[in-house]
């Protein structure tokens, strides 16, 4: 389908193109905020759901002292799991991706020190990872 341009689209883009303003560097704003932030990286791929659980809530909890902004969990897709009906019950690997979370989002303690948890990432199947945003710690 091919839009016709409109008169009204051709004079705002004389005006734009005519015009002396610069344009904000975006890339440059951007780069400047992630400098700013801290952010860390957990990999829980062949962690038992336990173990996971106790490896994630004792991560928070040291970011968090930390002050820490941001931490990454990777748990992969779960895709080679065994039990994708009931991610508590794999014999050898737990669907981490949604165990995990919902570990966290249970735990009251955790809850206290983190800010948002990115659930858009949790519930995208082509997804196996998760931002933590934390809350500044105040000592």
Same mark, same amino acid.
Request: charge should be positive; charged fraction near 35%.
């Given at each position: 389908?091919?839009?016709?341009?409109?008169?009204?689209?051709?004079?705002?883009?004389?005006?734009?193109?005519?015009?002396?303003? /610069?344009? /904000?560097?975006?890339?440059?704003?951007?780069?400047?905020?992630?400098?700013?932030?801290?952010?860390?990286?957990?990999?829980?791929?062949?962690?038992?759901? /336990?173990?996971?659980?106790?490896?994630?809530?004792?991560?928070?909890?040291?970011?968090?002292?930390?002050?820490?902004? %941001?931490?990454?969990?990777?748990?992969?897709?779960?895709?080679?799991?065994?039990?994708?009906?009931?991610?508590?019950?794999?014999?050898?690997?737990?669907?981490?991706?949604?165990?995990?979370?919902?570990?966290? %989002?249970?735990?009251?303690?955790?809850?206290?020190?983190? %800010?948002?948890?990115?659930?858009?990432?949790?519930?995208?199947?082509?997804?196996?990872?998760?931002?933590?945003?934390?809350?500044?710690?105040?000592?």
């Amino acid at each position: 389908m091919i839009k016709k341009i409109t008169n009204k689209d051709k004079k705002d883009w004389k005006k734009f193109v005519d015009s002396d303003n /610069e344009l /904000e560097n975006k890339d440059i704003t951007i780069n400047q905020t992630e400098k700013n932030i801290n952010i860390k990286l957990i990999d829980l791929h062949g962690h038992t759901l /336990e173990n996971a659980n106790k490896i994630i809530s004792n991560f928070i909890d040291k970011c968090y002292l930390d002050n820490v902004n %941001k931490i990454r969990v990777i748990t992969g897709k779960g895709s080679r799991s065994k039990n994708k009906e009931d991610p508590y019950l794999s014999k050898d690997l737990s669907i981490l991706k949604y165990s995990v979370p919902d570990y966290i %989002k249970n735990n009251f303690e955790l809850m206290k020190k983190i %800010k948002q948890l990115d659930l858009a990432s949790i519930n995208d199947p082509n997804q196996g990872k998760f931002d933590i945003t934390l809350k500044k710690f105040i000592k």
